[in-house]
């Protein structure tokens, strides 16, 4: 395992060799980064857990860092505050260090990163195409190798563009889910923060510490660990027709992989939600914005970024009664998505329509900028969570990216929709995000291949592993339809029995108690490490007449052996 000191020294070496200074509005001064690392492996080597030791992280810069300074962009907001955002403090708690704080579109506001007063970044790929934005800066420090992970900001695609645009993982968890205290606010009741990451492992590491921190939203009840409906949404020709054709070929590509994993592709009507997502920018919810930071916008005066401050200073204007016809526009529209997704696991999209050049963006700032929040504007507005990863197809040299959407904490579900098409890595089975849940052994007819293993898929369980029980156990088969094991403790002649762990949310583990027949009961199991997790047992009366197989230790090896 790399050494914290080890970890920030190579990073340092990097950001030298990489040059690329408009990534950093501040890049911590290295000796302070190193004694921050040395810290962290003195914790390691006197025993404390310390799940991201080793990883090195950059904070978009409206995202507060204890000791340096914050700016949003602008350099008339600057202020350095004594404490860290919260989900900062989380990450460094669990032994991550903080090396610099990254560009961004002045005040989140822009999918381009051009909007800044701090250089313009360019794309990983190609210095004549924009990085996107507005968390420019922590993308190309991901997607360059310069640090392991990095925080953004996500209103209105800000964790998703520039992560297709740089052929990385972006993050972007139902609102709610991490904690937003110490982050400048852009638009309040649509902010998140967002992950970056090479990988889904690593941006989900993140995401499994900062969700254990206070979140303003506890988990819904009804949130699944995983894909069960066995369907996918996608666009029709009409509105792939508004892709670039480079883009369009990859978003084909990636709905072909979808439908090797087994998802059935359906084409779905997004009229509904791309009205909506001009809600965001063409309506009176743009005074979410002048509330959050117009009056500062219009102190800066000259040194506001003109764009913004031509999208952000009118919004002042606006009447309650504007407001309110525009929110009543949104319930609709959220009505309209609801529906839309009921059936299926999650709605594949173009995370772009295509990759402009920083000349397309100086020719049309507004026009352009819009023209990339097409399939990303509504996400937060209607409440939804998004995952986004390249691209089938796409490279490092050629980066083209899909997002995945889904309902209000499927965070989990379109992480397993998305490595089960190959899109990208799948979590470890010890990642939740936050998720309640309970474990369940199962050492039967509900394992995988068994034929009441769907009763588990359908509720959205997971897969965390094969385990036995504690040697204590005995097993024997039931006259049941179809065939099944009872397992009871004995106190003496136990065995060890081979069965499969699964996860379930509490409402998941719920839907499938509600299918448990007699004689099957469930008690609390031992496993042969010693924890003691929910499991299945037998009603005593069962056994009198059922074969004992205890010496098979497996109910698989069993069936085969009958067969």
């Given amino acids: 395992m790399t050494s914290a000191q080890e970890a920030v020294a190579t990073c340092y070496e990097r950001v030298r060799a990489v040059a690329r200074p408009e990534i950093w509005i501040t890049l911590r001064d290295r000796d302070d980064a190193l004694a921050a690392a040395h810290a962290v492996d003195a914790k390691a080597r006197a025993g404390a857990v310390l799940p991201l030791a080793g990883t090195t992280v950059a904070v978009?810069?409206?995202?507060?860092?204890?000791?340096?300074?914050?700016?949003?962009?602008?350099?008339?907001?600057?202020?350095?505050?004594?404490?860290?955002?919260?989900?900062?403090?989380?990450?460094?708690?669990?032994?991550?260090?903080?090396?610099?704080?990254?560009?961004?579109?002045?005040?989140?506001?822009?999918?381009?990163?051009?909007?800044?007063?701090?250089?313009?970044?360019?794309?990983?790929?190609?210095?004549?195409?924009?990085?996107?934005?507005?968390?420019?800066?922590?993308?190309?420090?991901?997607?360059?190798?310069?640090?392991?992970?990095?925080?953004?900001?996500?209103?209105?695609?800000?964790?998703?563009?520039?992560?297709?645009?740089?052929?990385?993982?972006?993050?972007?968890?139902?609102?709610?889910?991490?904690?937003?205290?110490?982050?400048?606010?852009?638009?309040?009741?649509?902010?998140?923060?967002?992950?970056?990451?090479?990988?889904?492992?690593?941006?989900?590491?993140?995401?499994?510490?900062?969700?254990?921190?206070?979140?303003?939203?506890?988990?819904?009840?009804?949130?699944?660990?995983?894909?069960?409906?066995?369907?996918?949404?996608?666009?029709?020709?009409?509105?792939?027709?508004?892709?670039?054709?480079?883009?369009?070929?990859?978003?084909?590509?990636?709905?072909?992989?979808?439908?090797?994993?087994?998802?059935?592709?359906?084409?779905?009507?997004?009229?509904?939600?791309?009205?909506?997502?001009?809600?965001?920018?063409?309506?009176?919810?743009?005074?979410?914005?002048?509330?959050?930071?117009?009056?500062?916008?219009?102190?800066?005066?000259?040194?506001?970024?003109?764009?913004?401050?031509?999208?952000?200073?009118?919004?002042?204007?606006?009447?309650?009664?504007?407001?309110?016809?525009?929110?009543?526009?949104?319930?609709?529209?959220?009505?309209?998505a609801a529906r839309t997704l009921a059936p299926l696991d999650a709605l594949l999209l173009p995370t772009a329509p295509g990759h402009p050049s920083l000349a397309d963006v100086g020719a049309d700032p507004v026009g352009v900028n819009s023209r990339i929040g097409t399939f990303t504007n509504f996400v937060n507005l209607l409440d939804l969570s998004a995952l986004a990863v390249p691209a089938a197809g796409s490279t490092s040299r050629s980066p083209a990216g899909v997002i995945l959407v889904g309902r209000a904490h499927d965070d989990l579900v379109l992480a397993d929709v998305a490595a089960r098409a190959g899109l990208t890595d799948a979590l470890p089975p010890d990642q939740f995000w936050g998720a309640p849940c309970r474990e369940l052994v199962v050492l039967g007819a509900h394992r995988t291949g068994q034929p009441l293993n769907h009763q588990l898929t359908d509720a959205g369980a997971r897969f965390l592993g094969t385990v036995r029980t504690a040697p204590a156990y005995r097993m024997a088969r039931l006259d049941t339809t179809p065939p099944k094991p009872a397992i009871w403790k004995a106190a003496t002649g136990g065995a060890s029995i081979t069965g499969e762990l699964w996860a379930l949310t509490p409402d998941g583990l719920l839907d499938f108690l509600g299918q448990l027949a007699a004689p099957m009961a469930i008690t609390p199991v031992t496993l042969s490490d010693g924890r003691e997790v929910l499991g299945f047992t037998c009603e005593p009366g069962a056994l009198e007449t059922a074969e004992d197989i205890t010496a098979h230790g497996d109910w698989i090896a069993y069936l085969t052996s009958t067969t």
């Fill in 60 to 336: 978009k810069d409206n995202i507060d860092v204890a000791g340096l300074p914050t700016t949003a962009g602008a350099p008339g907001v600057r202020h350095t505050p004594a404490t860290s955002a919260e989900t900062v403090r989380l990450l460094e708690e669990a032994g991550a260090v903080v090396v610099g704080k990254t560009n961004l579109d002045q005040f989140a506001t822009g999918l381009v990163g051009t909007r800044t007063p701090y250089g313009t970044p360019a794309s990983a790929s190609d210095p004549t195409l924009v990085a996107g934005g507005s968390s420019s800066g922590s993308a190309l420090a991901v997607a360059l190798g310069l640090v392991d992970l990095a925080l953004g900001t996500d209103t209105a695609g800000s964790g998703r563009v520039p992560a297709a645009f740089n052929h990385i993982v972006g993050v972007k968890p139902t609102l709610g889910m991490l904690p937003s205290t110490g982050v400048y606010p852009a638009s309040p009741s649509y902010d998140t923060v967002s992950v970056f990451a090479r990988t889904l492992t690593t941006a989900g590491r993140a995401m499994e510490v900062m969700a254990s921190g206070p979140a303003s939203r506890p988990w819904q009840r009804h949130a699944r660990l995983s894909a069960t409906r066995g369907r996918v949404g996608v666009v029709d020709g009409e509105v792939l027709a508004l892709v670039d054709e480079d883009w369009a070929a990859a978003y084909l590509a990636s709905v072909e992989a979808v439908a090797a994993a087994g998802f059935e592709p359906v084409e779905v009507g997004m009229a509904p939600l791309l009205d909506a997502a001009k809600l965001l920018y063409e309506g009176a919810l743009l005074a979410e914005r002048a509330y959050a930071f117009g009056d500062v916008l219009a102190e800066l005066g000259p040194a506001a970024d003109p764009t913004v401050a031509g999208i952000v200073l009118p919004a002042r204007d606006f009447a309650a009664v504007d407001l309110v016809r525009d929110q009543q526009k949104l319930l609709s529209a959220r009505s309209s």
